[in-house]
């Protein structure tokens, strides 16, 4: 099982409440918020549960390393963006699978997509098999790639989802949209991790 992303990226396991600055100091809410954040681990486990369960079901590509990628260049580049990408992570994304019960994939790409915006205004559009161009339109089929698209002629496409295995034609348009590629592939080369 990969680490969530809250632990990978956030650091954060819940509130700390060790040693004298909390719960040990006599803080009349130090039990209430150990509490809080026992649930909020626990709503965070659950979220992430159903998520790989998906997963497997679907055999998706898990997007949490390229969202990850993203946060950590957030986190330098623009830190208010940052904090508004993990306030929609802990307020909207978790709660709405593990208790609203959303579709973990269609949640975790909306998540996707918002942190893109954050990154670069843009328009999230659908890829199919054929490397045609399509509105976003969840829940997206599962041999689709979703890319953001940046407005103006600035900036690289940023991946949203991607299919378990990309058509040639995704690829072409990864290679060019994503990564600013201009030649074509050599037909032994292949991808690292679009």
Known sequence: ???SLRTAILGVVGPQLTGSAHGLSGHPNAADQQTRGAMDQTIHDRADQIFEEALGKTG???PREFYRKRLREMKVDNP???REAVAYYENELVPSIAEAGDDPLTAWQQFGCRMADLTVAGTPMEIDST???RPYAPPTPGDRMVLHIPKGP???ALVVALPPE???AQLATYDLLVGGR???RDEAET???P
């Open 166 to 168: 990309l058509s040639a």
């Open 80 to 82: 208010d963006a940052y």
């Open 182 to 184: 201009q030649k074509l």
């Open 1 to 3: 099982m990969t680490p």
């Open 60 to 62: 998706a590509k898990d």
């Open 191 to 193: 991808p690292g991790e």
């Open 131 to 133: 490397g045609l161009k």
């Open 154 to 156: 600035k900036g690289r």
